[in-house]
């Protein structure tokens, strides 16, 4: 299983990025592919997830009405759109992948995971 995340980079607070997630070594359908973030010297959150099937998980309200998840069964791609970009956005994202439901992947255990890409936002 290889999960490799891109996309990453500096950008100024209010502005928009969109970090895609490309999958190989899996049924794609089958998996649960979700995107979390850590920031140095704090413990690891999720995000967004999305299933299979397309049903989407939000694991924080508050980004809510900012970051958007999607795919491409296709091309076995899971894409993170964020906009409206703050400095407490800033961190490693990286995406996993599960062999179950985005609810039960929150605990982030036995989960394939991305190298990550890092996502800077200035003010």
């Known amino acids: 299983v290889q999960l490799v995340e891109s996309g990453g980079g500096l950008v100024q607070a209010g502005g928009s990025l969109r970090l895609s997630c490309a999958a190989s070594g899996i049924v794609f359908e089958d998996y649960s592919i979700g995107w979390f973030r850590q920031v140095p010297g704090k413990g690891r959150e999720g995000v967004l997830c999305?299933?299979?099937?397309?049903?989407?998980?939000y694991y924080s309200d508050s980004m809510k009405d900012r970051f958007a998840i999607s795919n491409d069964n296709a091309q076995m791609m899971v894409y993170l759109q964020m906009s409206g970009l703050k400095p407490d956005d800033t961190a490693v994202y990286y995406c996993?992948?599960?062999?179950?439901?985005?609810?039960?992947?929150?605990?982030?255990?036995?989960?394939?995971w991305g190298q990550g890409t890092q996502v800077t936002v200035s003010s």
């Open positions: 999305i299933s299979g099937t397309g049903v989407k998980t």
């Open positions: 996993a992948a599960g062999l179950r439901s985005c609810e039960s992947m929150s605990t982030m255990s036995s989960l394939y």
